[in-house]
């Protein structure tokens, strides 16, 4: 497997961000990375089946994805990191913390989820249903339904507008590639997530609802959990400046002057 990569910055401790699965680090991360690169070290990468990293495949096995993650830790000698992963990202955070904790000093886990529910088995169901229709307008839609608050759909109008248009021209075959195939994933035994660990949600996720962040918190020693009001599933996108100053005060050493 290829992945393709990007390095931003030279700040400690280095900060690899891994995405979800309606997109690539580009979609996900970008925001992120502007306002971090001059404090951190920020790695961002595509996961195999996406962007520029590997071509589609049919379906993802989550231990897999967090070998691919510390295989490419090690390929840059990094480590131990924050690593940051955001839904389908925070899957592979969870399974790579418990897995190589000699690569992950510290974990944040966004708008994730403990194991792949029955409900969230269905989502996929319906998402790969619309994908079956060859129809990029019809996914695009309904994974906008999905991925974002109220309060974000109405003030970014335009702007989703013309992504929609973008995204309808591209016709992206990777897209929505995770979900074709539901993962089969029962989660990881949470004691063995032994770093500080953060989650962030939204609390107007209609994907992974607080109830998922609530037993992630009681399962997890030790861990904190930030919730940010009127913000949906993409909580990296929605709220850039908060995701980025939660991810700062997580790393009490930085120096904020």
Not at 42 to 64: C, K, L, M, P
Request: some cysteine; proline content about 5%; hydrophobic content about 40%.
């Amino acid at each position: 497997v290829q992945l393709f990569f990007e390095i931003h910055g030279s700040g400690e401790p280095p900060i690899l961000l891994i995405h979800g699965s309606t997109g690539d680090a580009s979609s996900y991360w970008s925001e992120i990375v502007t306002r971090l690169r001059d404090e951190f070290t920020i790695i961002a990468y595509d996961q195999r089946g996406f962007g520029r990293s590997a071509a589609q495949i049919d379906r993802f096995d989550i231990a897999e994805l967090a070998r691919d993650a510390a295989l490419l830790l090690e390929h840059v000698q990094r480590g131990p990191v924050t690593v940051v992963g955001l839904s389908l990202g925070g899957l592979v955070a969870q399974q790579l913390a418990a897995d190589r904790p000699d690569l992950v000093a510290r974990l944040v886990v966004a708008a994730s989820a403990p194991r792949i529910s029955p409900r969230l088995q269905l989502m996929s169901k319906v998402l790969q249903t619309a994908t079956a229709t060859r129809d990029p307008g019809l996914l695009f839609d309904l994974n906008l339904l999905l991925a974002h608050g109220e309060a974000f759909l109405t003030t970014h109008a335009d702007d989703i507008a013309t992504r929609r248009k973008r995204f309808v021209a591209e016709a992206r075959p990777w897209y929505g590639s995770a979900l074709t195939e539901p993962a089969e994933w029962q989660g990881v035994a949470r004691d063995r997530i032994t770093c500080p660990t953060l989650l962030i949600y939204g609390d107007e996720d209609a994907e992974m609802p607080l109830r998922y962040a609530r037993e992630l918190q009681a399962g997890i020693p030790g861990s904190q959990l930030t919730v940010f009001a009127g913000t949906g599933h993409k909580c990296a996108e929605e709220q850039p400046d908060q995701f980025a100053e939660a991810i700062r005060s997580f790393h009490p050493h930085i120096n904020r002057s």
